[in-house]
């Protein structure tokens, strides 16, 4: 059954109020000492506007990396862009793991992912999750956690902040990174880690839970655009106990989409899949990187059929 979405405006942006009252100066014993304050309110509103600005345009800012996308480069195992593999060894605060890394900066510096595996696996059941953006123009960091068997949702969100915040400060690839687009995504207790991560760092441009599993439904905390990727036959996490309560509760995510999969099940996200692969790399393109070349392949929402058993998102109208 269809939900309705609540309408949102598309795009990341930054909303700004800026209000500068300037009282009339007054001469002060033959002085000029109310002119003299009022410039300096004057100009230190003018900082402040500046200011604004910045942050307006930054945020309007598109890192269009690649070529113009088509249905059939989206779908694709592969994109343009050529990658190194860098093997990272366990970290005081995550299980190490694998870089993808994009070699050519002649576009300018990439946003990055940090994904997590699900219970009892380790990051070789997501390696495609890191070819498929790395090779599209994203830094992807595939990791293992500290102990698979243990770690629950919570601290599987402690570790990809730990691994994004390895990404950024100290690994051999953090030169390539703007440390202020990056993202978060996992499988199963994976994806209720991504969740958690989204919550406990609101600045994050993106989140990927994928067949995610989490005892904690309510998410309205979360303030980062999301989709939520579930499996109509996917009997470890239900939808109905899982995908579609954490969606249904992101009511203040900027943006929100959940994608149902017809036919598949919880494992599904551990092999490539054209599905999961391309509506990723639209979600990460456009809001990582706010590239609208991608808007087309999410809005308006796609219809159910083939692959896809339902989808719901904040696009007007669906």
Known sequence: MRHPAQRRARGPRTRTSLAAVLT?????????????????????????????????????????????PTPTSVQAPDGPFTYERITVPAQAGFGGGTIYAPTNLSQGT???????????????????????????????????????????PPARGRQLLAALDYLTGSSAVRGRIDAGRLAVAGHSMGGGGALNAAYNRPGLRAAVPLTPWHLFKNWSGVRVPTLIVGADGDTAAPVEEHAEPFYQSLTAAPERAYLELK?????????????????????LKRYVDNDTRYERFLCPAPRPGGAIAEYRSSCPGS
């Open 24 to 68: 009339g100066a007054a001469l002060v014993g033959g002085t000029l000492t109310g002119v003299a304050a009022a410039s300096s309110t004057a100009a230190t509103a003018a900082r402040t506007a500046q200011a604004a600005q910045a942050v307006q345009t930054a945020a309007e800012t598109e890192y269009r990396r690649g070529p113009d």
């Open 263 to 283: 036919g598949a099940g919880h494992l599904a996200p551990t092999r490539y899949n054209a599905t999961i692969g391309s509506y990723t790399l639209a979600w």
């Open 110 to 152: 990439f946003g990055a992912v940090a994904i997590s595996p699900g219970y009892s696996a380790n990051q070789s059941s997501i390696a495609w999750y890191g070819r498929k953006p790395a090779s599209n123009g994203f830094v992807v960091f595939t990791i293992n956690v500290l102990d698979t068997y243990n770690d629950q």
